[in-house]
Nanobody, 127 residues
Framework: QVQLIESGGGLVQAGGSLKLSCATSGGTFNSDTMAWFRQAPGKEREFVGASSRGGISTGYADSVKGRFTISRDNRKNTVYLQMNSLTPEDPAVYYC????????????????????WGQGTPVTVSS
C-alpha cells in the first residue's frame, strides 16, 4: 500500500523560505505524478503544484508560480516543495498527493487525479 509522509512544515517570516518533503513508499514513484495541495482555515483545498512522472514537466497554481518549485529525488522516492517569498496568503496545511493509477482520473490540478494522500504538514507565516 502506498504511504506518503510529509515533513518540513513550521513557522516562517513573511518573505522567508521553507522546504517541504514528501517521502513515499510502497508505490511506483518514478511512474507517478506527484502534487502538492493546501488547505487554509475556512477555505477549500486547493492545488499548489505538480510534477509529472519522471519530473519531465511541472505545473503550478498562479498564486505560487515563480515562488514555489517542485523537485524529485528518485533515489529517496521523495518529492519536495521549495517555497520562497512566503506571504501571509500562504499559511495552510500542505498535503502531498500521488497518482498511482494506470488510468486517467482527472487533470493534474484536480484532486480527483490523485488516489494517495499524506497526512499534511502545517505552514504558518508571520508578518
Amino acid at each position: 500500500q502506498v504511504q506518503l509522509i510529509e515533513s518540513g512544515g513550521g513557522l516562517v517570516q513573511a518573505g522567508g523560505s521553507l522546504k517541504l518533503s514528501c517521502a513515499t513508499s510502497g508505490g511506483t514513484f518514478n511512474s507517478d505524478t506527484m502534487a502538492w495541495f493546501r488547505q487554509a482555515p475556512g477555505k477549500e483545498r486547493e492545488f499548489v503544484g505538480a510534477s509529472s512522472r519522471g519530473g519531465i514537466s511541472t505545473g503550478y497554481a498562479d498564486s505560487v508560480k515563480g515562488r514555489f518549485t517542485i523537485s524529485r529525488d528518485n533515489r529517496k522516492n521523495t518529492v519536495y516543495l521549495q517555497m520562497n517569498s512566503l506571504t501571509p496568503e500562504d499559511p495552510a496545511v500542505y498535503y502531498c498527493a500521488a497518482d498511482t493509477s494506470s488510468y486517467y482520473a482527472g487533470r493534474y490540478y484536480h484532486e480527483n487525479a490523485y488516489d494517495s494522500w499524506g497526512q499534511g504538514t502545517p505552514v504558518t507565516v508571520s508578518s
